[in-house]
C-alpha cells in the first residue's frame, strides 16, 4: 500500500519557467515532509523539508507547500535551470524511517 | 571525509552464491541506514543502526538478509544465498543524532547487485 504517489512520473520544462512537482500521501501521522534529488549514477541528496506543523518552506529557489487538508504536498522550483535536470523524489518521515515515493524524472531544456 | 562511501559499486554473481556489500559513513554520524532500490521506484528501508546496535528491520529484510555494525563505525550488509530478486540498488545512508528527526540523510552511491 503506497502511502506517498507522485502521479507523474517525467516532467518536462523550459529553462527559466517554474516547475511544479506533486505528491499525495494517505499517513496523516507524519513529522516532516522532505523532497530528495537524484543524479544518475549518485545517493539521493537532500533538498528542502517542511514540518507538519507548516503550509510553506522556502529555500532560494525552491518552495514546498504543504496542504494537510488534501493531503497534497508540491515543490516549485523557479526559474528552472539545466542542472535541474533530476529524480526528485518526495519523501515522509516518521519515526526513524523514510518512505519514498517512486519519483518523478525533471528535464528542464535550455 | 567527504561522504558516505560504499563498497563495491557493482557485483554481478550468480544465483545461491553470498554477496557482501561494506558501507563507511561519516565518520561523526551515529546513525546508519541500508535502502534497497529497484528500477523504477523510490528507495525502501531495510535496516538501521544507532552506533552498534540495530534499532529497527523492515519486513523486506529476510532471514537471508544480515546486516552488522560491530564498532559502530562501518557497516556490512550481507546477502546469502542470492535470488534474482535480490537484484536491485543497495544504499547506505547515515545522520547526526540531530539532524534523524528531520529526515536529512547523507546517502552514498549505492551498490548495484545484478544476480543471473
Known amino acids: 500500500d503506497q502511502q506517498v504517489k507522485q502521479n507523474s512520473p517525467s516532467l518536462s520544462v523550459q529553462e527559466g519557467r517554474i516547475s511544479i512537482l506533486n505528491c499525495d500521501y494517505t499517513?496523516?501521522?507524519?513529522?516532516?515532509f522532505l523532497w530528495y534529488k537524484k543524479y544518475p549514477a549518485e545517493g539521493p541528496t537532500f533538498l528542502i523539508s517542511?514540518?507538519?506543523?507548516?503550509d510553506k518552506n522556502e529555500d532560494g529557489r525552491f518552495t514546498v507547500f504543504l496542504n494537510k487538508s488534501a493531503k497534497h504536498l508540491s515543490l516549485h522550483i523557479v526559474p528552472s535551470q539545466p542542472g535541474d535536470s533530476a529524480v526528485y523524489f518526495c519523501?515522509?518521515?516518521?519515526?526513524?524511517?523514510?518512505?519514498f515515493g517512486e519519483g518523478t524524472q525533471l528535464t528542464v531544456n535550455p | 571525509d567527504t561522504g558516505v562511501s560504499q563498497d563495491p559499486r557493482h557485483k554481478i554473481t550468480k544465483r545461491g552464491q553470498n554477496v557482501t556489500f561494506r558501507c563507511d559513513p561519516i565518520?561523526?554520524?551515529?546513525?546508519l541506514y541500508w535502502y534497497r532500490q529497484t528500477l523504477g521506484q523510490g528507495p525502501e528501508f531495510l535496516t538501521y543502526?544507532?552506533?552498534?546496535?540495530?534499532?529497527?528491520k523492515s519486513r523486506l529484510l529476510s532471514d537471508r538478509f544480515s546486516a552488522e555494525r560491530p564498532k559502530g563505525s562501518f557497516s556490512t550488509l550481507e546477502i546469502q544465498r542470492t535470488e534474482q530478486g535480490d537484484s536491485a540498488m543497495y544504499l547506505c545512508?547515515?545522520?547526526?543524532?540531530?539532524?534523524?528527526?528531520?529526515?536529512?540523510?547523507?546517502f552514498g552511491e549505492g551498490s548495484r547487485l545484478t544476480v543471473l
Open positions: 545512508a547515515s545522520s547526526s543524532l540531530a539532524a534523524w528527526y528531520t529526515g536529512e540523510l547523507f
Open positions: 499517513n496523516s501521522m507524519f513529522d516532516y
Open positions: 517542511i514540518s507538519s506543523i507548516k
Open positions: 519523501v515522509e518521515t516518521s519515526g526513524s524511517r523514510l518512505t
Open positions: 565518520s561523526e554520524h551515529n546513525r
Open positions: 543502526f544507532q552506533n552498534e546496535a540495530q534499532l529497527e
